[in-house]
């Protein structure tokens, strides 16, 4: 007899096989990672095709066989509107679609991390004034969730207390390091305390504070190679 499994789905890629087939690679709330293979849903008859797409949040059916996972059906319980009509909403989402694809490989179920992206879609699907800020929130937690946790309370290799005119980032030690510790570390990356200041408001999931804050330019800019930085030098593959 085939077992059927039932399970909530966030998905964040779909790639087309064959002729009229889909293979959706799918973040789920029991089972972590999974890659379901649509059979024919690309066909305007498929009873599958309303129930499932990117960046829905789905209730899915499938069964496992042999080699390959196949759905048998989906129901979307949250379709996600406003990041389909504001490019810089589904750019992000597909920033973060990024991130789940090169940093969740195998089947490993993460409730912490199920969550984390559907508070995140939920807030870019929302009004938010600075939208970027929503991806640095996600990348971030789902560092620490991962292992890769940032410090940034004290020097992340002496623990010695920082000195916030001169802090850098440093992605091998693993957060803020201070100018002591840079001598061994000329990789890492000046930064301020504006950014160390972020940075702990992100990691408190302070999402009230991080809302409202307004970021220069400058600023965002450094954030943004910082978090590059981290996601190159974390990434396992
Ligand atoms: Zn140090």
């Keep these: 007899m085939t077992t059927r499994y039932k399970t909530r789905a966030f998905v964040f890629k779909k790639n087309d096989a064959n002729e009229s087939d889909r293979v959706f690679s799918v973040f789920t709330d029991d089972f972590g990672r999974l890659d379901i293979f649509a059979k024919a849903i690309r066909k305007n008859a498929s009873k599958l ?26 129901v979307a319980t949250k379709k996600f509107g406003n990041v389909y009509c504001d490019l810089e909403k589904f750019e992000i989402a597909n920033k973060i679609a990024e991130v789940l694809d090169n940093f969740v490989k195998g089947e490993q179920k993460d409730k912490d991390i199920f969550n984390l992206l559907d508070e995140t879609i939920e807030r870019l699907n929302g009004q938010v004034k600075n939208k970027q800020l929503v991806y640095y929130y996600f990348l971030w937690n789902v560092f620490s969730l991962l292992g890769y946790h940032c410090e940034v309370q004290n020097c992340a290799n002496c623990h010695e207390k920082l000195n916030p005119r001169s802090i850098y980032f440093s992605a091998k030690e693993g957060g803020i390091i201070c100018e002591k510790c840079f001598s061994n570390d000329k990789s890492a990356k000046i930064v301020n305390s504006d950014i160390v200041k972020i940075l702990r408001i992100i990691l408190s999931k302070d999402w009230q504070t991080l809302s409202k804050l307004k970021v220069e330019p400058a600023y965002q800019k450094m954030l943004s190679e910082i978090s590059e930085n981290a996601f190159n030098s974390f990434c396992p593959s």
Excluded: N, P, Y
């Design 49 to 74: 095709r309303s129930g499932i797409d990117i960046f829905f949040v789905s209730e899915i059916e499938f069964i496992q066989g042999k080699i390959k996972k196949t759905l048998t059906d989906a």
